[in-house]
């Protein structure tokens, strides 16, 4: 596990302090998120900077993954998404299915992931209050506590409001049964974080 109890508090430093200086002319970006993530992993010492693969195109793997370490002598490979979703600027109503949508597809993604090398699975969410209060509505693992574990089973997917598995024009997301837990959750001023290991088989209470 690369992601340290040391690296995920220098991460939350550092996010807290973006936040404070973000206001509603220059808000919080996911790439700055993702830049936080990955000065925490190089500051302590986890990982080279060159070993971190951003924009990466899995072999076999439909989209680009946020970002891609391969083994090492130190760690194993590890793949991660990193989704950040704020209020929209101006006031406007949130398009609060299409975020959820959107965090479904990654997770998915890091789900049908090749099994070959053991490839290590997260997927990093951060938000505020309001959108996790939806979230917690419409996929009840946003609920869980840290070390607990949820079955995105094939009996959960059919019973999915379909709007969270529509990405517009036309697209939709192909789901992926899997199991999640959750290794780190943080509230950060007035955001929320959350940390969860994608495990991409099921168990056998879950496929039946």
Known sequence: MIFTPQVMNCFCELVGKRLEKADKSRPL???EVQDSLNYSLVSRGIVEEHEIRMEYGFPGLAGKLDSYVDSSAKHGPVAWEVKYDRKAPGGKAAA???KAALS??????????????????????????????????QLRFFSLAEGETFDVSPTLI?????RLLNLGRGKTIEPVPCSLRVLYSRTIRDHHLRLYEVCPELPARALA
């Open 29 to 31: 970006t996911e790439d």
């Open 96 to 98: 609060k299915f299409s």
């Open 104 to 137: 479904l597809r990654d997770i998915f993604r890091l789900a049908s992931l090749p099994e070959s090398g053991q490839i290590e699975r997260l997927f990093f969410y951060l938000t505020d209050a309001e959108m996790l209060e939806f979230l917690e509505n």
């Open 158 to 162: 059919a019973g999915l409001d379909e």
